[in-house]
């Protein structure tokens, strides 16, 4: 059964740093693509980043270029999303999703993706 688990949000002053997990369980990634996105209260679901697990490649939004950083651990169990510079706008419910990807791509449309996590609060405030 494919699982996903986010962690590592939580409440950061605007200029700060947090790093999110998404943890497999019960599966490896190597076939995977990973997408992450985010949904703030009244506003639609936005794609933020995503990689192919096999191939490696990695795309972002471009409200998040330059200061998100995705990457995945060696064991190819789980993926990280280093943000950096937070802004408040960037406080959101951040969710992982997951689809299997042979051919290595990987895509900011969540209707692309199979599986979801359960999310992982980002708040940005002073």
């Known amino acids: 059964q494919v699982q996903l688990v986010e962690s590592g949000g939580g409440l950061v002053q605007p200029g700060g740093s947090l790093r999110l997990s998404c943890a497999a369980s019960?599966?490896?990634?190597?076939?995977?693509?990973i997408g992450w996105f985010r949904q703030a209260p009244g506003k639609e679901r936005e794609g933020v980043s995503c990689i192919s697990i096999r191939v490696g490649n990695t795309y972002y939004a471009d409200s998040v270029k330059g200061r998100f950083t995705i990457s995945r651990d060696n064991a190819k169990i789980a993926v990280y999303l280093q943000m950096n510079s937070l802004k408040p706008e960037d406080t959101a419910v951040y969710y992982c999703?997951?689809?299997?990807?042979?051919?290595?791509?990987?895509?900011?449309?969540?209707?692309?993706?199979?599986?979801w996590g359960q999310g992982t609060q980002v708040t940005v405030s002073s």
């Open positions: 019960g599966f490896t990634l190597d076939y995977y693509a």
């Open positions: 999703a997951t689809r299997r990807a042979y051919g290595g791509g990987c895509s900011l449309e969540g209707s692309w993706y199979n599986y």
